[in-house]
């Protein structure tokens, strides 16, 4: 299935600490979807920043943005996997 942005949601945000703004974000995806697809979150781009945690609901993973190039194409990195 595809990004649907009603379906990410902020929950936390500090501002910027250390000029790194920390963002937090659940995502509430069917089990179909595969996030770790190239260009999964592009739709959100604009919203999300380098550094961001996403945590997707249906995995358990939580995802940092890891880059967003200036054409908007948003990469994430898994960094936990629950047991």
Known sequence: MAFAQNEL???GYNG?????PFQ??????SEEDD??????F???AEELAVGSTIYVINT?????VTAI???GVVTVAANYAAA
């Open 9 to 11: 949601a902020l929950h």
């Open 24 to 29: 937090e974000y659940v995502y509430v995806n």
């Open 16 to 20: 910027a600490a250390e000029g790194v």
């Open 35 to 40: 996030v770790t697809d190239a260009g999964f």
């Open 60 to 64: 358990g993973i939580t995802f940092r």
């Open 42 to 44: 592009n739709g959100a």
């Open 69 to 71: 190039s200036g054409a």
